[in-house]
T-cell receptor, first 117, second 113 residues
Framework: GAVVSQHPSRVICKSGTSVKIECRSL??????MFWYRQFPKQSLMLMAT?????????EQGVEKDKFLINHASLTLSTLTVTSAHPEDSSFYIC?????????????FGPGTRLTVT | SQQGEEDPQALSIQEGENATMNCSYK?????LQWYRQNSGRGLVHLIL?????REKHSGRLRVTLDTSKKSSSLLITASRAADTASYFC?????????????FGKGTRLSVIA
C-alpha cells in the first residue's frame, strides 16, 4: 500500500524558534497534500491543502504567515511553524492523495508531535 | 470545520461485547471512511463506504450508511482489549481532486479485559 512518512516524529523546541516538518510520499506521486493538526483528546482539524507547484489553501483561522507550507515536488511537502509558541504544541499529521486514477483514499503519515517550551 | 459528529463521545465495554459508534454529517458526500487511532499514534484506515453503498463488512467490523439520514454506524463485534482506541469517521464531500477528508470528533472506546 501507499506509504507516507513524516520527519521528525517528535520535536521539542524553544518558544520563538521555527520548526520544519517534512512529509514524503514514498511510493506514489502526491498531487495533493493536506496538513492536519490534532490537540490532545480532540479530532483532526484541517489546516491547509497544498497542490504541487502552487500556493497552499489555508483553512479559516490558520495563519499562512505562521504555518508556511511548501509543496515543491510530487513527493515532498514541508510545514514550517515559524516563531513557535507553547500554544502551537500539537500533533501535526500530513496526508497525501495520489491524483492519478480513481483512488479516493488519502494516505496518512504517522504524525509529528511538536512541543514548544 | 468538522463535518461529522460521533456519538457517543466515549464508550466503555467489556471484552467480548459489541461496540457501536455512530456518525452524523451535514452535507451530501461521495464516501465516508472510518479510522482508528491509538493514543498518541497515527491513523489506521479501517473501511471506506461509498454513497451508493448501504453496508460493508471487514472482519469484525460492520459499517452502515444511511444517506437519507446522513448517518453512519461502525459496529465492532466480539471486542478485544486491543480494540481500545479512538475511532473517527471522515467524509469526502466530492471526489477526488483536492478536496480533503473532514473528520468528526471521534469516539473513545475502552474495552475492559
Amino acid at each position: 500500500g501507499a506509504v507516507v512518512s513524516q520527519h521528525p516524529s517528535r520535536v521539542i523546541c524553544k518558544s520563538g524558534t521555527s520548526v520544519k516538518i517534512e512529509c514524503r510520499s514514498l511510493d506514489f506521486q502526491a498531487t495533493t497534500m493536506f496538513w492536519y493538526r490534532q490537540f490532545p483528546k480532540q479530532s483532526l482539524m484541517l489546516m491547509a491543502t497544498s497542490n504541487e507547484g502552487s500556493k497552499a489553501t489555508y483553512e479559516q483561522g490558520v495563519e499562512k504567515d505562521k504555518f508556511l507550507i511548501n509543496h515543491a515536488s510530487l513527493t515532498l511537502s514541508t510545514l514550517t511553524v515559524t516563531s513557535a509558541h507553547p500554544e502551537d504544541s500539537s500533533f501535526y499529521i500530513c496526508s497525501a492523495r495520489d491524483g492519478r486514477g480513481s483512488s479516493y483514499e488519502q494516505y496518512f503519515g504517522p504524525g509529528t508531535r511538536l512541543t514548544v517550551t | 470545520s468538522q463535518q461529522g459528529e460521533e456519538d457517543p463521545q466515549a464508550l466503555s465495554i467489556q471484552e467480548g461485547e459489541n461496540a457501536t459508534m455512530n456518525c452524523s454529517y451535514k452535507t451530501s458526500i461521495n464516501n465516508l471512511q472510518w479510522y482508528r487511532q491509538n493514543s498518541g499514534r497515527g491513523l489506521v484506515h479501517l473501511i471506506l463506504i461509498r454513497s451508493n453503498e448501504r453496508e460493508k463488512h471487514s472482519g469484525r467490523l460492520r459499517v452502515t450508511l444511511d444517506t437519507s439520514k446522513k448517518s453512519s454506524s461502525l459496529l465492532i463485534t466480539a471486542s478485544r482489549a486491543a480494540d481500545t482506541a479512538s475511532y473517527f469517521c471522515a467524509t469526502l464531500v466530492y471526489a477526488p481532486g483536492n478536496t480533503p477528508l473532514v473528520f468528526g470528533k471521534g469516539t473513545r472506546l475502552s474495552v475492559i479485559a
